[in-house]
């Protein structure tokens, strides 16, 4: 069974370090998608990909968010410097989508992230 | 406004009963409704996925779309314990946009 691989599936760190969170989509999807879970917003989308290109990031904060995917097999999160508000679940999903195709999303077990 | 409003439950019912899960939503246009399953710690999970207006059955859950109404429905027949989860819809317009979530509990 295709999945989506998160890596690591937890973090513990303290206010002011970089966390880099790690994304390996479902071989033959290109399109791949960031989001952050939290109690009082529910999911939010923060950014994705198509063909390894950002289409849409503006859910990010983006002095300290930055999202690249350094080929078809990794996509990447990073936050610098870290903030005890960035506590959350981050997850992971990809899709094949060709054109206006809207093929749906398939999502990883996340990153629980825990900024002290 | 948010794009998807959702019932927040939660919701807790005995084995065997049907649950009966909704949303609204506000834009028309959309077109492709989905429902997501996500148990604790782990990702959401596709659970159904439909086009347009109109009821999709699989197995013991059932999903319907009204356009007129922009009211989307999941309903589970025969629900067991194993259906224990946060019940999530989302509308997909490229990227999806989620309700906030129905936990919902099946007792035994």
């Known amino acids: 069974d295709a999945r989506v691989t998160q890596t690591p599936r937890h973090k513990v760190t303290e206010m002011g370090q970089e966390v880099t969170m790690r994304c390996q989509p479902i071989?033959?999807?290109?399109?791949v998608f960031w989001y952050r879970q939290t109690m009082m917003q529910g999911l939010e989308l923060l950014a994705y990909f198509r063909n390894r290109a950002p289409l849409d990031d503006s859910g990010m904060p983006k002095d300290r968010f930055s999202a690249e995917m350094p080929d078809a097999t990794l996509a990447t999160l990073k936050i610098q410097p870290s903030e005890p508000r960035d506590s959350a679940v981050y997850f992971c999903?990809?899709?094949?989508?060709?054109?206006?195709?809207?093929?749906?999303?398939?999502f990883g077990d996340g990153t629980r992230l825990s900024i002290l | 406004q948010k794009e998807v409003e959702q019932d927040p439950g939660p919701l807790s019912v005995p084995e065997g009963a049907i649950v009966s899960l909704n949303c609204t939503y506000s834009?028309?246009?959309?077109?492709?409704f989905m429902w997501y399953r996500q148990y604790s710690r782990k990702g959401p999970e596709l659970l159904m996925y439909t086009y347009s207006s109109g009821n999709k059955e699989d197995g013991r859950f059932t999903a319907q779309v009204d356009k007129s109404s922009k009211y989307i429905s999941l309903f589970i027949r025969d629900s067991q314990p194993s259906d224990s989860a946060t019940y999530l819809c989302a509308i997909n317009d490229y990227k999806l946009s989620f309700g906030a979530g129905t936990t919902v509990t099946v007792r035994a």
């Open positions: 834009n028309s246009a959309f077109q492709y």
């Open positions: 999903a990809s899709a094949a989508r060709e054109g206006n195709s809207n093929q749906p999303q398939h």
């Open positions: 071989l033959g999807h290109n399109t």
